[in-house]
């Protein structure tokens, strides 16, 4: 005998959640959606309940911290909010890095576990896409700095908070695919869709009047946009379009006799000089190895104690949706050195202590804070308005020249966020926490969590 699957709701919660009566209701779990009887209980407390049958249609292996709303528009029940990270693979190595990728995945799925609602993490190959499932993952701890993934077939989530860690990975085709099929997906929001192209960034602020003067002069790398580049500017910066980590940058200097002297920045430093535009492209040719670079303008960047630093600010929306600043730091370059990426030799010092040496004036550092972030929001809201993407977080670079005056230096869509600090473990805490927070906005639940 076929078991009907039913809902359960007591009068008090369909008052306030305004659901007009009716024998029948279709309930929603992330992507799977079940025609259901709906059963009214006559109670104060407002509560709800899944039938065995219901729970299992939906495959969710309990309703234990997930929320209800009523979709009016759909005339549906929805109970989440449920919500997957995307990554490549499962990483398991015994060998614990803090600064791994698999420490990142493990500190998320201890999160979700403190919020109302039901978060794993898959991978492309894990969807069914037969009956809108997927083999999910969450983290149990065994003992300190151990533990084991455990697997659940969970329904297709409202929000894919996408954290696929490399570029490799990302541009394969079944990654492709599975990120093309998930948007298509009617009740599924995706965010942080993919990494940036440093090109296709520029020229989407540009297009906004109020952020020109804050982004250093860019091209397309070629040999007339270099020398172009060269006439008008001292320094400027050679990038890969699609680099990260500081590799493959290389600084030119042109002297007053118009030698350029280069330095690339790969694993190590070494440095050259060019007679002309023509022999520099020539000489550099190995270290770009044929990938599309950006030619930048050098910005005279602010010294701290004789080293150039940036500011890595980690923009991250919260539970309403908002842009906050949800981690800042500066990178400062190693001596000699105008790189700053940690990878690079960089090193990390608090923000209000490089700009206490800077500036000797509390209002004056408060302005700057305050000109800094209204510049990260105008960042973030142009770039999601002119790619047409959403975002939930952003790793800016700000560089401060030495008159003051901010400078975007780079976009990074997945800011790698280590789970060790010398600073506050509450920063870091809620670091990992907002992004979740902000999928919970995006399901529709947008209480606090």
Not at 112 to 139: C, D, E, L, M
Request: net charge positive; hydrophobic share 35%.
């Amino acid at each position: 005998m076929k078991k009907t699957a039913k809902i359960y709701l007591s009068r008090a919660l369909v008052d306030k959640l305004g659901v007009p009566k009716q024998p029948e209701i279709r309930v929603r779990a992330g992507n799977i959606v079940v025609n259901t009887q709906l059963v009214v209980r006559k109670t104060r407390l407002k509560t709800y309940m899944l039938s065995p049958s219901l729970l299992s249609k939906l495959r969710l292996p309990n309703r234990r911290h997930l929320q209800i709303r009523y979709d009016e528009a759909e005339n549906m029940l929805h109970i989440g909010p449920i919500i997957g990270i995307l990554t490549s693979h499962i990483p398991n190595k015994q060998e614990y890095d803090p600064k791994s990728i698999q420490a990142e995945l493990i500190y998320l799925s201890n999160v979700g576990k403190t919020i109302a609602s039901q978060i794993y993490v898959f991978t492309p190959h894990s969807i069914n896409w037969a009956n809108n499932t997927v083999r999910g993952y969450t983290y149990s701890q065994t003992m300190p700095n151990k533990g084991v993934w455990i697997s659940n077939i969970y329904p297709l989530p409202d929000v894919v908070y996408n954290r696929i860690a490399s570029r490799t990975t990302e541009s394969r085709k079944i990654t492709r695919s599975t990120k093309e099929r998930l948007k298509k997906l009617p009740y599924l929001k995706f965010f942080n869709p993919s990494f940036l192209n440093k090109w296709k960034v520029y020229q989407m602020l540009i297009t906004e009047p109020e952020l020109e003067p804050f982004l250093p002069e860019t091209m397309q790398l070629t040999l007339e946009n270099l020398e172009e580049m060269l006439k008008r500017y001292r320094v400027v910066y050679l990038k890969p379009n699609n680099g990260s980590l500081g590799r493959g940058i290389i600084k030119v200097r042109r002297d007053k006799s118009g030698v350029l002297h280069y330095i690339v920045h790969r694993r190590g430093r070494y440095k050259g000089k060019a007679n002309d535009v023509s022999e520099l492209i020539r000489k550099t040719k190995g270290a770009r190895r044929n990938k599309a670079y950006i030619v930048q303008e050098g910005i005279k960047l602010a010294n701290y104690k004789g080293s150039p630093f940036d500011i890595r600010i980690i923009f991250q929306k919260n539970f309403q949706g908002e842009w906050q600043i949800g981690k800042k730091f500066v990178r400062v370059a190693p001596r000699g050195s105008s790189i700053s990426n940690l990878s690079s030799g960089g090193r990390v010092e608090r923000s209000k202590k490089v700009f206490s040496y800077l500036y000797k004036s509390q209002n004056l550092i408060k302005a700057k804070n305050i000109e800094i972030k209204e510049l990260c929001k105008k960042i973030a809201s142009t770039l999601e308005k002119a790619s047409d993407e959403i975002y939930g977080e952003l790793g800016l670079d700000i560089g401060v020249d030495k008159n003051g005056k901010p400078w975007l230096i780079e976009v990074n869509s997945k800011p790698r966020k280590t789970t060790e600090t010398e600073f506050s473990k509450g920063i870091v805490r809620n670091s990992f926490r907002r992004p979740l927070q902000y999928g919970i906005y995006l399901a529709g639940f947008n209480k606090k969590s």
